[in-house]
């Protein structure tokens, strides 16, 4: 039966070229697909790299900026320790006035805060020892107006500098009350002073 297996070769031929057309269109479809992934794949690392060069270059800028802050916090920390320093050494030295340079003082302040009536003058127990009677003796031959001035039988402790009582008003003249209220205002002229002429950062 020759012609019944012409017949069967052709169909087995057929197949086999069936076969393979579709082998070979399943393996274009493959490498269009993995060239299409690849494609993709590339372009989504690229992207990933972008992304991550731009996150790294951003967490630099913040380390800088945290660097350059955190220099200038220890900066301006350090100048307001020696800033501080600065007003505990002119405290030092304002305790250790003596003579006519702190009697001129006290007179002067207390000039300042006189009220009329009665003004009671409450100094430390040394100074008042030392110059109190100086004090009134100013007053006396110096008169204020309306006001009188004498001498508090209670004292300053652990400090000097004057408070002037008048009824209920204080009038605290105390170094170191003297010292906290001009910081404030003196702080960048020190600062000014000790790192020649910078300005707080």
């Avoid at 380390?63 to 307001?80: F, H, M, T, W």
């Avoid at 300042?112 to 100094?123: F, K, R």
């Avoid at 605290?172 to 209220?181: C, D, E, I, R």
């Amino acid at each position: 039966m020759p012609g019944i297996d012409r017949i069967y070769q052709k169909i087995i031929e057929d197949a086999q070229a069936e076969g393979k057309s579709l082998v070979d269109k399943a393996s274009l479809e493959r490498d269009q697909s993995f060239n299409a992934q690849q494609l993709q794949l590339d372009s989504y690392q690229e992207k990933q790299l972008e992304a991550a060069k731009v996150e790294g270059e951003n967490i630099l800028r913040r380390s800088q900026a945290n660097r350059n802050l955190e220099g200038k916090k220890q900066i301006l920390s350090v100048k307001q320790d020696l800033i501080s320093q600065a007003f505990d050494k002119a405290y030092e030295k304002m305790m250790k006035l003596e003579g006519k340079k702190v009697l001129d003082l006290y007179i002067s302040l207390i000039k300042s805060c006189l009220n009329e009536g009665e003004n009671e003058i409450i100094l430390s127990q040394q100074d008042k020892q030392d110059m109190g009677q100086d004090i009134l003796a100013y007053f006396d031959n110096n008169p204020v107006e309306n006001a009188k001035v004498l001498l508090s039988s209670t004292h300053i402790s652990e400090d000097r500098g004057v408070i002037v009582r008048n009824g209920k008003i204080y009038s605290n003249s105390t170094f170191s009350t003297l010292l906290k209220y001009k910081k404030s205002d003196l702080d960048v002229d020190v600062m000014n002073i000790l790192f020649e002429g910078s300005k707080a950062d």
